[in-house]
């Protein structure tokens, strides 16, 4: 039912051989310490081989604009130099510190830096600036009684064709999905270089979820088999929201949390068609493929919420991790 690839070496062959333009890495949630190496492990092999790539974020560019200038030394900071724990963000001049605000993300962003000096890595944000669930907010800027401005003044100063693009799409007030698709293209056009999509699954995925189109499912449109999308499943350990450490596929009744519900399959074939002790497993997926992951963590157990439940068929690549450890807070 599944292709079994070796390694995470031969996926990257694999990708090489097939003149792939642009990789989504997907993951069911940003708060696993695993997930943030599987990114990792792959952008370094990437970026080995390809010597320039764009890495494009879900995250606003004004946010992102910071992180790029970091790790192409155009500002100062240090991991384990500059910051102590404290009860402040580190980052949080560089990005959003709901998301980011781990040692994992130190690390990964140390070591962007640390490639930087033998290759090319330039970041982009790539979200919406305003979410489309702030309907309130949507419709005073509509009707031009709030300024886009007001919540990232430093864009104002920005006189690039990608912030002025941003701000004209934004505008819009599109899917989102759509938007950072779009906004992806915008910058390869422009770069020509080859390009890495960081995203939760729901996000990367290659087809529809419930009646909305993914950001894959529109990279697909645009750059067909082209464009290859990776996701990632796990069926023990924890993660970390909220600064809280959550048992995966545990229900938690609590509100705002992960509930994780072992209704997939994959979790169950894996057990039965693979002993022994292991870090990963690396999948190219089939049209025969019948088996389900979690696309983000926020998943729920009645009907309304299955849209969160994805055939791993609709990506190319599943990367399967046996067991996760729950991002390391910096904030204490």
Not at 54 to 68: A, C, G, H, S, V
Not at 104 to 109: A, K
Not at 297 to 315: H, L, P, R, T
Request: aromatic share 14%; glycine share 6%; with cysteine.
């Amino acid at each position: 039912m599944l292709d079994k690839i070796k390694n995470l070496d031969n996926l990257i062959e694999k990708i090489i051989k097939n003149g792939i333009e642009l990789v989504g890495i997907g993951e069911f949630s940003h708060g696993t310490h695993e997930c943030w190496k599987v990114k990792m492990d792959l952008i370094e092999r990437l970026v080995e081989a390809k010597g320039e790539i764009d890495i494009f974020f879900e995250d606003t560019y004004p946010r992102t604009k910071n992180l790029d200038e970091l790790i192409n030394n155009k500002q100062k900071f240090q991991v384990g130099k500059d910051y102590k724990f404290r009860d402040e963000y580190p980052l949080k001049k560089y990005t959003s510190n709901r998301v980011y605000d781990c040692v994992e993300f130190l690390i990964f962003m140390d070591k962007l830096r640390n490639l930087n000096k033998n290759y090319k890595i330039n970041i982009y944000g790539v979200d919406v600036l305003i979410q489309w669930s702030e309907e309130d907010l949507k419709q005073e800027l509509l009707h031009k009684k709030k300024s886009i401005y007001e919540f990232y003044p430093e864009i104002k100063k920005d006189k690039s064709k990608l912030a002025k693009y941003i701000i004209k799409n934004q505008e819009k007030f599109s899917n989102g999905n759509k938007f950072m698709a779009d906004t992806i293209k915008f910058i390869k056009n422009g770069s020509k270089r080859f390009g890495i999509f960081l995203g939760h699954n729901e996000h990367v995925v290659n087809e529809k979820i419930r009646n909305f189109k993914t950001t894959g499912y529109y990279l697909n449109e645009y750059y067909g088999d082209k464009y290859v999308s990776i996701g990632t499943a796990s069926n023990g350990g924890e993660i970390r929201y909220g600064g809280e450490r959550i048992p995966i596929f545990k229900l938690y009744e609590k509100p705002q949390t992960f509930p994780f519900i072992d209704r997939g399959s994959m979790a169950r074939y894996i057990k039965v068609n693979y002993k022994g002790k292991k870090d990963q497993l690396v999948f190219k997926t089939t049209d025969e493929t019948d088996l389900t992951i979690f696309s983000v963590g926020w998943a729920k157990v009645d009907d309304e919420d299955k849209y969160y439940i994805k055939n791993i068929k609709d990506f190319d690549y599943v990367i399967y991790l046996f067991k996760t450890i729950a991002v390391h807070n910096i904030i204490i």
